[in-house]
């Protein structure tokens, strides 16, 4: 098998014969190895495979970080199961629609998290999902039901229809379905692959340069690619530990890494800006932290210079990608300094290509707006049962058309710009949000930007912001003008107690536009 080949269970199979003792999961004091993973899995699959779960069967997950998410989402896949992550903050309405639309013929549900039971939720409208056969707990049966905790007690680590399922994989099997976040339409969900994932890594991590001793915290959710395939399942495919918690408290992080001595902690920049608040940070060690992926936002200058003096991480990374490329596309090099980390996501990749693409189809010239094309081997397989879409991002040769606006400097480095249809034009001028809303970043007393269009009689529409901030809006305004040309500046600041986010941390601009 080569390093693109197989899956993350084949990786899992490895350090269980190979390093036993190893450590691949610890909360607390707790602590399970590889070779305990690899049993537990194996049981839970077992388990499923009695309850008749079929290769290529759908098994959504709506769990909150944690061992159990871990060893629900092995056990799919050893059963030959297709994982289908569900948003812990979703509605029952948007779960409902995930559900149909993938006919999920199994659930794994907590039944207490953020105040919910999702075991009752499902329960209350079962009927509606006739495909929906297993409906299974976290750890007590839902009416006499399976749970996940009977089905590790009662199953077979040795069932050898597992090993059988296991042999059959191939890269190009759907591993999951990753749905998109939904801000226009109906969300799709794009097929993932088992050589997807696992090539990630070998790819990407001349950048992360994850090793067998590292321990990852990882707090981002785990239904999303950055918690999900650059969290706990990159971590295990290197050999090394994963921890994690279920929701984001800086002051916990912080005790966590002092006390566990993490190595990697990853995440959007509102993470590292809420570390940076806390008042008593000086009582605790942070030294152990040697690297930090971040991205997903506009990383400002200043935040890139305090994580690396202030936090004490010896490397900052920044990247690109989308869902439809498993979260893959470019990143930084361990070289970059900290202005290149906090203006640019970096290269491709290898095995990843990418233009930038003008209105008419021509490749851009150097520092040219245009939208971003990437192809290799991280992209999806296609939206799930879907062909018309797909049809629509990916075209005849190869590229996956992302809807973003970019550059690309002499360096062949990447320049965010803004998404495609978020271009504000202002009598005639183009107006990228992401370019204001890096200015407006860089003003000492404004923690998180968003801006939009505004309807406008005389000029089609201007640019109205919203922040998170301490300072008077005029002032903003007036930082603005002296660093933008005029119709760049936002005509309006509306200054917030929070921006709507996703469970991620990126800002929910679609809710601003409602208002």
Known sequence: MTAWDGSVLHRIEHFANTAPDSAAYRQDDEVVTYAQLRERARRAASGMLALGIEEEDRVAIWLPNGLDWIVTGLAAHYAGAIVVPLNTRYTMDEVGYILKRTRARALVASAGFLGRDYLADIQAVRAEFPALEFLIGQIDAEKGGPSLAGLVQRGDADDAAIDA????????????????????????????????????????????????????????????????????????????CVMSEPVFDARRVASVITEHSVTVFSGPPTLFHSL???????????????????????????????????????????????????????????????????????????????RIIAADGSTCAPDEAGEILLRGFALMKGYFEDPEATAEAIDGNGWLHTGDLASVD???????????????????????????????????????????????DRLGEVPIAYVEATAQPDEIVAWCAGRLANFKVPRRVVVVQSLPRTALGKIRKVELVDL
């Open 165 to 240: 399922r296991l042999e059959r994989i191939q890269p190009d099997d759907t591993s999951d379905i990753m749905f998109t976040s939904g801000t226009t339409g109906y969300p799709k969900g794009a097929m993932i692959s088992h050589g997807a994932s696992v090539g990630i890594v070998w790819s990407g991590n001349h950048c992360m340069m994850i090793e067998a001793s590292d321990r990852q915290l990882v707090v981002t959710p785990f239904f999303h690619m950055f918690g999900y395939k650059y969290g706990w399942s990159y971590t295990l495919v290197l050999g090394a």
């Open 276 to 354: 940076l608040a806390l008042p008593d940070l000086d009582s605790f060690d942070l030294t152990s932290l040697r690297f930090s992926l971040t991205g997903a936002a506009n990383v400002p200058p200043e935040l890139v210079h305090a994580m690396k003096t202030v936090l004490g991480i010896d490397r900052v990374g920044n990247g690109y990608g989308l869902t439809e490329s498993t979260a893959t596309g470019t990143f930084t090099s361990p070289d970059d300094g900290i202005e290149t980390v906090a203006t640019s996501p970096g290269t491709p990749v290898p095995g990843m290509e990418m």
């Open 410 to 456: 002499s360096a062949g480095r990447l320049h965010m710009i803004g998404r495609l249809k978020e271009v504000i034009i202002v009598g005639g001028f183009n107006v990228y949000p992401a370019e204001v809303e890096r200015v407006l970043g860089e003003h000492p007393h404004v923690s998180a930007a968003a801006v939009i269009g505004m309807p406008d």
